[in-house]
């Protein structure tokens, strides 16, 4: 596990301090041109690691993972092959955007009829895909760019990224490790089942980054955090129903 990063020294000094060195950290260049103040101004560097992964060596397979992914159980034998037959791979969410997706979309560029929306949390491949990726996004970003206040009904990689493998869709077939029982997108406050009821490796926690980002590895093996974490989301609904009732109780009294 390799976390890439802007600034190497800040991150070191952070481990050091819980005395944490279990981490590889590797500081590339962020180099893309994204719009100052934009929305999910960040998340749009990831396009700086395709960029990055496309300059590995050959024989090199890469998996991007966003930094609130929690490891829960060990990869399947399906994940191993994959990996090993050099097979792209993407985690689908086959709802999202509907209608409006194709409507925004079609701001950008000018030749989509369908696609596949690609979660950012999860994207493997080798150098190949993520060059051809990086190389496509270049064609269009300046577009996106001069579209991205123009209420868009997504602003972040996932454009760029769905826009990008949409084109690419005759040279790789990326399998859906959503399917697979890889990774599963959680979000805590509209999810009404438990996590743990999805049988995944992998889970994304886009809701509670703040929970996880107090989290020390050290003191902590994983099943003490997510113990930690469900007394924590009991905590938080608990609040969400008091904050509802008192609102009514408000509202009734006007």
């Keep these: 596990l390799i976390l890439l990063v802007n600034d190497e020294r800040a991150i070191q000094d952070s481990l050091s301090r819980i005395a944490y060195s279990d981490l590889q950290v590797k500081r590339i260049e962020f180099g893309l041109d994204v719009p100052k103040g934009c929305k999910f101004y960040s998340a749009h560097y990831k396009i700086d690691v395709f960029k990055y992964f496309s300059t590995r060596p050959d024989n090199e397979y890469s998996v991007l993972l966003d930094s609130d992914i929690v490891s829960i159980s060990p990869f399947k034998d399906d994940f191993y092959s994959i990996v090993e037959k050099g097979i792209p791979m993407i985690y689908t969410l086959s709802r999202y955007g509907g209608a409006k997706k194709y409507v925004d979309v079609n701001k950008i560029v000018d030749d989509i009829d369908w696609m596949l929306w690609?979660?950012?949390?999860?994207?493997?491949?080798?150098?190949?895909?993520?060059?051809?990726?990086?190389?496509?996004?270049?064609?269009?970003?300046?577009?996106?760019?001069?579209?991205?206040?123009?209420?868009?009904?997504?602003?972040?990689?996932?454009?760029?990224?769905?826009?990008?493998?949409?084109?690419?869709?005759?040279?790789?077939?990326?399998?859906?490790?959503?399917?697979?029982?890889?990774?599963?997108?959680?979000?805590?406050?509209?999810?009404?089942?438990?996590?743990?009821?999805?049988?995944?490796?992998?889970?994304?926690?886009?809701?509670?980054?703040?929970?996880?980002?107090?989290?020390?590895?050290?003191?902590?093996?994983?099943?003490?955090?997510?113990?930690?974490?469900?007394?924590?989301?009991?905590?938080?609904?608990?609040?969400?129903i008091v904050k509802k009732m008192l609102d009514k109780d408000w509202r009734s009294k006007l």
């Design 118 to 240: 690609a979660g950012g949390e999860f994207i493997g491949g080798g150098k190949e895909f993520f060059g051809q990726i990086y190389d496509d996004i270049l064609k269009f970003k300046d577009r996106y760019w001069s579209n991205i206040n123009n209420d868009l009904f997504h602003v972040g990689d996932e454009m760029l990224t769905s826009i990008a493998l949409r084109h690419l869709s005759n040279k790789f077939s990326p399998v859906d490790v959503g399917s697979l029982g890889v990774i599963y997108r959680y979000w805590s406050r509209f999810d009404e089942s438990d996590y743990t009821s999805y049988n995944t490796s992998l889970v994304h926690f886009p809701g509670d980054k703040a929970f996880f980002a107090k989290v020390n590895p050290n003191q902590n093996s994983i099943k003490e955090i997510m113990k930690g974490y469900c007394g924590y989301r009991l905590g938080c609904r608990c609040k969400g």
